[in-house]
């Protein structure tokens, strides 16, 4: 099955990308201001764009401090139902900072909207570094602006 994957280093503590990840402030920070729910293990979570027009719903699977986090998402559009998103957070080695491995897995084909899923997310996880090495995301929807 296809999957998007981006690969890219962090420099911070482990906690604050931790954070940034299993916190609704954290989350709210970097990819949607509009985010609702439980981050903990077993939880729900509930992002909203363009003004509640488009909803993903997660499942919370793992949040394991400070290297995975993964949800699973059960509502949303349709190609997105039962894909899996992961973070796993290498600890730094060298100072060269956190790696940081991404994936949406599970994805039924590369037609309709993975291409454009891969983009949005690359630009995302780019919002995801600013905010954790400068305090200041770019989360939607800012990022439409």
Known sequence: MPEIKHTFRIQCAEETIHRALTTLEGLSGWWTTDVQGNPAPDGELVFRFNDGAVQFTMDVKKTFPPHEVLWVCKAGHPEWVDTLISFDLNPPGNGEGILVLFKHSGWGSTEGIYGNCT???????????????TGKGNPHPEAMA
């Open 119 to 133: 983009f949005d997310w690359g630009r995302y996880l780019r919002s995801l570094k600013m905010f954790v090495e």
